[in-house]
């Protein structure tokens, strides 16, 4: 006989858009223990599970507090319903909520005032890369279309009736359920019941468990895109809502957490529901598919996670993907959870023409064989060996560019994507394998007039040598990095030098006065000309992530904007309900320069 012991949800907070995957503990008559699924396809002991999901109906629907998802609203600011804000950003759970929330929230009334101001399409031009007024934008199909992970439940179900007067709608009949925009506001009851294989007749009591009420998926204000290169008016919308011009293209750079460092005791002040995977990587997709970048560079991204979710979700947004999983020679996890770099292109906008896996553990082997003596190797390979890796990919743009100025002549792009070495004791490592890196890139511009990107978490600061030797072109050989270098790899200090004019893009709003970029310059240190910060945790706020290009051959015009600190202190720090990483992401408009001026 086939028993249910437990059943329960690892997060009893259910939300929109993130399906729901219930723990059920199963015996067997044999007194085994075990957590799998047993469908009618493979009955175990000549018993399935069969399972329902339903919706109450008898309790009155509550709106939800847009600061905190999980309590009940009592107020709605009227401003953002003449405003048209969309109505789930205008309910507060207390008077003090909306006062404490009003700096911030002041802004979503300024923004769609200067949207009318500009063009009277406030609500799209706000709010359409993340709200559902944008159309399903960033949503699986699973979400945009609930039948396709729920079950074929029909659309208007048949009404379940319980003891006690409870009216139930059937919503779904798989293990899984995904809550809908119908969903919000209402309690979801989970059933599971053992059947006998040969009669279909339910053997014993039903399994059941209750949810909280269905909140919806928290959204930040969108980041807009700020001019930087002197142009006052943007470039046109293209058929997909994406804002280009001719000749240019956006490179997006975001390291997004891997699943297997968000532990509930590094980011303890992030609620359980919103650090959950089923959570974060939903918030995510919406993040990066909202963003419309033509390149995107992420980092910390798991190998199943890019087989199983990014690389397929991505792909129906028109991607291809590439992706380098890091060496795994020190990782202690799961093989399949091993992280990595992921390049994702615009199919419609550049074609793949060649990539170069750079793995720092084969450089560091071949380092130590030629310089470290025998009796030092093991010291040495374990302080070089770290697994990080670099991702070179080289790619042919499809689109028009002024500055091809010889017809028929082809536009390369070449784009590293990497992340170095986290640990801050290791700054000789992290100087080498940046050093690494940029021969690697020398090599390739030697051998081709290209313009260069390097993206990527670098996992040092404004004014470090790695940073130093990217953004200067050199290091200096009194700088306080060199004073560690036990193994003597960075000597002599005079090769740390490139001929690469490399400059960080987010520089580019240092030298900007008027408008949104003067408030943007406040968001940059004018000791290094760097953003503040792109990585912000409850311990630690800095930055460590960083788009660099070639000078010669592009200029910058545009980026996204930098968010504030106080407006991620309100939830301590990153990640958070509303941005599901502890880096923020990095956005940059490129317009390629004639080569007739270089």
Same mark, same amino acid.
């Given at each position: 006989m086939l028993t249910v012991l437990r059943v329960h949800l690892p997060s009893e907070i259910p939300i929109v858009g993130c399906e729901l995957t219930p723990y059920v503990? @199963? !015996?067997?008559?044999?007194?085994?223990?075990?957590?799998?699924?047993?469908?009618?396809?493979?009955?175990?002991?000549?018993?399935? @599970?069969?399972?329902?999901?339903? /919706? $109450?109906?008898?309790?009155?629907?509550?709106? +939800?507090?847009?600061?905190?998802?999980? #309590?009940?609203?009592?107020?709605?600011?009227?401003?953002?319903?003449?405003?048209?804000?969309?109505?789930?950003?205008?309910?507060?759970?207390?008077?003090?909520?909306?006062?404490?929330?009003?700096?911030?929230?002041?802004?979503?009334?300024?923004?769609a005032a200067s949207a009318v101001n500009e063009n009277g399409s406030e609500e799209e031009e706000i709010f359409g890369? =993340?709200?559902?007024?944008?159309?399903?934008?960033?949503?699986?199909?699973?979400?945009?279309?609930?039948?396709?992970?729920?079950?074929?439940?029909?659309?208007?179900?048949?009404?379940?009736?319980? !003891?006690?007067?409870?009216?139930? =709608? #059937?919503?779904?009949?798989?293990?899984?359920?995904?809550?809908t925009a119908d969903d919000i506001g209402h309690v979801l009851k989970f059933e599971c019941v053992v059947v006998d294989a040969e009669t279909k007749l339910v053997v014993g009591s039903a399994s059941t468990l209750l949810t909280s009420r269905v909140?919806?998926?928290?959204?930040?204000?969108?980041? /807009?895109?700020?001019?930087?290169?002197? *142009?006052?008016?943007?470039?046109?919308?293209?058929?997909?809502?994406? $804002?280009?011009?001719s000749g240019t293209f956006t490179v997006l750079s975001y390291n997004i957490l891997s699943d297997v460092y968000a532990t509930n005791e590094t980011y303890s002040y992030c609620p359980p529901w919103a650090l959950s995977w089923a959570y974060r990587r939903q918030n995510l997709l919406r993040e990066i598919v909202g963003y419309r970048a033509d390149i995107v560079c992420l980092q910390e991204i798991q190998s199943d996670h890019f087989e199983e979710f990014f690389g397929p979700e991505l792909d129906k947004h028109g991607y291809q993907a590439i992706f380098k999983r890091k060496s795994g020679e020190i990782f202690t996890g799961p093989n399949n959870s091993i992280d990595g770099c992921a390049t994702f292109f615009r199919r419609d906008r550049f074609s793949h023409v060649k990539k170069y896996e750079v793995e720092f553990n084969k450089a560091a082997r071949s380092l130590i064989d030629a310089?470290?003596?025998?009796?030092?190797?093991?010291?040495?390979?374990? /302080? @070089?060996?770290?697994?990080? +890796?670099?991702? *070179?990919?080289?790619?042919?743009?499809?689109?028009?560019n002024q500055g091809i100025d010889v017809p028929g002549k082809r536009q390369l792009v070449c784009v590293a994507n990497t992340h170095v070495n986290v640990h801050q004791e290791l700054k000789d490592v992290k100087?080498?394998?940046?050093?690494?890196?940029?021969?690697?890139?020398?090599?390739?511009?030697?051998?081709?007039?290209?313009?260069?990107?390097?993206c990527g978490d670098f996992n040092s600061v404004p004014g470090s040598a790695p940073h130093a030797l990217l953004a200067m072109g050199k290091v200096d050989p009194h700088h306080q990095d060199l004073a560690?270098?036990?193994?003597?790899?960075?000597?002599?200090?005079?090769?740390?030098?490139?001929?690469?004019?490399?400059?960080?893009?987010?520089?580019?709003?240092?030298?900007?006065?008027?408008?949104?970029?003067?408030?943007?310059?406040? !968001?940059?240190?004018p000791a290094t000309n760097e953003p503040l910060f792109t990585n912000c945790t409850r311990?630690?706020?800095?930055?460590?992530?960083?788009?660099?290009?070639?000078?010669?051959?592009?200029?910058?015009?545009?980026?996204? #904007?930098?968010?504030?600190?106080?407006?991620?202190?309100?939830?301590?720090a990153l990640p958070s309900p509303e941005w599901s990483s502890d880096h923020i992401a990095l956005l940059a408009e490129f317009r390629c320069k004639p080569r007739t001026r270089r």
């Open positions: 503990l @199963l !015996r067997r008559a044999d007194k085994s223990v075990f957590t799998d699924d047993v469908t009618e396809f493979n009955p175990i002991d000549g018993h399935f @599970l069969r399972y329902k999901w339903y /919706r $109450i109906q008898s309790d009155k629907k509550v709106a +939800v507090c847009s600061v905190h998802p999980t #309590e009940q609203a009592t107020l709605q600011c009227l401003g953002c319903v003449k405003a048209k804000i969309p109505v789930a950003k205008s309910y507060h759970c207390s008077t003090k909520c909306f006062s404490d929330a009003w700096q911030h929230h002041r802004v979503l009334h300024e923004r890369r =993340f709200s559902s007024t944008g159309g399903n934008v960033g949503m699986t199909t699973s979400q945009s279309n609930p039948s396709l992970s729920n079950g074929n439940t029909a659309l208007y179900p048949a009404t379940v009736t319980q !003891r006690g007067g409870e009216t139930w =709608f #059937e919503v779904g009949c798989n293990k899984t359920y995904t809550p909140i919806p998926a928290p959204s930040p204000s969108p980041r /807009r895109m700020v001019y930087v290169s002197g *142009i006052d008016a943007p470039g046109n919308q293209d058929g997909d809502g994406r $804002i280009s011009s310089l470290v003596p025998s009796a030092q190797k093991k010291n040495a390979l374990n /302080r @070089l060996i770290k697994d990080n +890796v670099a991702l *070179i990919v080289v790619l042919e743009a499809k689109f028009g100087l080498w394998q940046v050093h690494t890196l940029i021969k690697g890139l020398e090599k390739i511009a030697v051998s081709a007039d290209i313009p260069m990107l390097v560690m270098d036990p193994l003597g790899i960075l000597l002599p200090s005079s090769k740390l030098t490139h001929q690469l004019p490399l400059v960080s893009a987010y520089s580019s709003f240092a030298r900007v006065g008027v408008g949104l970029g003067l408030d943007q310059r406040r !968001r940059i240190d311990d630690f706020i800095g930055t460590h992530d960083y788009i660099f290009y070639s000078a010669d051959s592009l200029t910058v015009e545009s980026l996204l #904007e930098l968010l504030d600190e106080d407006s991620l202190r309100k939830d301590t």
